[in-house]
């Protein structure tokens, strides 16, 4: 008796119809947004939890050149100053080179010179100087600071440390579950409409869905 009554209800109102195309646009964006956030921020994220949190002790830094920032999108030619930036590790008694976040260190790090710590590519190059010589002059200042450090590191060079991380666990804990709620709810809902309606609902005007 309910089955009927329901099955009425979607051929009559037409409920049965929105209800598949809204499931079938809710799994797809659920996908959609996942596939663009495991290499947005997932991805970049498990690469960060490898660093182990601690604290760091500024020491020294060294100029090593003035590089070009490399843009093709840009017009204008703009350029940076290279500092290696040396710190103590307080857990491991061992010196890093401290890099401001995963991005510049998965961008300089394998550079076999220009290991830079920060590298700010603004369009005029003094902006660029100006953000570099603050970053270093708050470091100097605050001299011990918390960082975070990648305990298998290569051997016989110095040790990769973060100063900051740009993911969280809590943004990649949202990132993997709401676009999995997302599929999971529309993929319940449109296998209960179709135990409910079945494929009749679209015989009545032969719609097809392209």
Same mark, same amino acid.
């Given at each position: ?14 409920? +049965? /119809? ?11 964006? %659920? ?12 991805? *970049? ?6 660093? =182990? ?6 020491? @020294? !830094? ?5 590089? *070009? ?5 840009? /017009?204008?030619?703009?350029? #940076?100053?290279? &500092? ?11 010196? %890093?080179?401290? &890099? !401001?976040?995963?991005?510049?260190? $998965? ?11 920060? +590298?700010?590519?603004? $369009? ?7 953000? @570099?010589?603050? #970053? ?9 600071? *918390?960082?975070? &450090?990648?305990? +298998?590191?290569?051997?016989? %060079?110095?040790? *990769? ?5 740009? #993911? ?11 676009? =999995?709620?997302?599929? +999971?709810?529309?993929? =319940? ?22």
């Amino acid at each position: 008796m309910a089955l009927k009554r329901c099955d009425r209800l979607c051929n009559v109102h037409g409920l +049965a /119809k929105l209800i598949f195309l809204a499931c079938i646009t809710l799994i797809t964006c %659920g996908v959609i947004v996942g596939t663009i956030l495991v290499p947005l921020i997932i991805l *970049p994220y498990s690469r960060e939890s490898r660093f =182990a949190d601690a604290n760091c002790t500024y020491l @020294t !830094e060294h100029l090593i050149a003035k590089l *070009p920032c490399e843009s093709k999108c840009s /017009k204008d030619k703009s350029s #940076f100053p290279c &500092y290696s930036i040396r710190v103590s590790i307080s857990q491991t008694n061992q010196t %890093g080179m401290l &890099y !401001e976040n995963f991005i510049t260190f $998965s961008e300089r790090h394998d550079e076999p010179i220009n290991q830079c710590g920060t +590298a700010p590519c603004l $369009s005029q190059a003094a902006e660029n100087v100006a953000m @570099t010589t603050r #970053f270093i002059r708050t470091l100097r200042k605050s001299r011990s600071f *918390p960082c975070h &450090y990648q305990p +298998a590191s290569k051997p016989g %060079g110095p040790t *990769p440390v973060l100063l900051h991380r740009i #993911f969280s666990r809590r943004q990649a804990t949202h990132c993997i579950i709401w676009p =999995a709620v997302a599929v +999971a709810a529309g993929l =319940a809902l449109l296998v209960s409409t179709y135990y409910c309606a079945g494929c009749t609902v679209w015989t009545q005007d032969k719609t097809v869905i392209a």
